[in-house]
């Protein structure tokens, strides 16, 4: 796999704590900015995509009434309360 570099800033305290990490997992500096940022984009993209999802959906009327929700919370709640008795 090819790599690219790029620039990133850091404020002090930020730089600092991602020097003692590196240290304390003898990993590079780099090696965990690059595991931040991956875990980061999965994160946003599935974000992204969910809404995307939940729009499409919307426009198409795959809709469920608050009324409906309201209920099943209620219910899911109630449940849990059961359980810890």
């Known amino acids: 796999m090819s790599s690219g570099t790029i620039t990133v800033r850091l404020d002090d305290k930020l730089k600092?704590?991602?020097?003692k990490l590196a240290d304390a997992t003898h990993r590079s500096k780099s090696f965990l900015a690059m595991e931040a940022i991956?875990?980061?984009l999965k994160i946003q993209e599935w974000q992204v995509k969910e809404i995307k999802n939940g729009l499409a959906e919307a426009d198409t009327g795959?809709?469920?009434e608050h009324e409906n929700i309201v209920k099943h919370w209620k219910k899911k709640r109630a449940?849990?309360?059961?359980k810890r008795r």
């Open 16 to 19: 600092a704590r991602l020097e």
């Open 38 to 40: 991956t875990e980061y």
């Open 62 to 64: 795959q809709l469920i």
């Open 79 to 82: 449940n849990s309360m059961d």
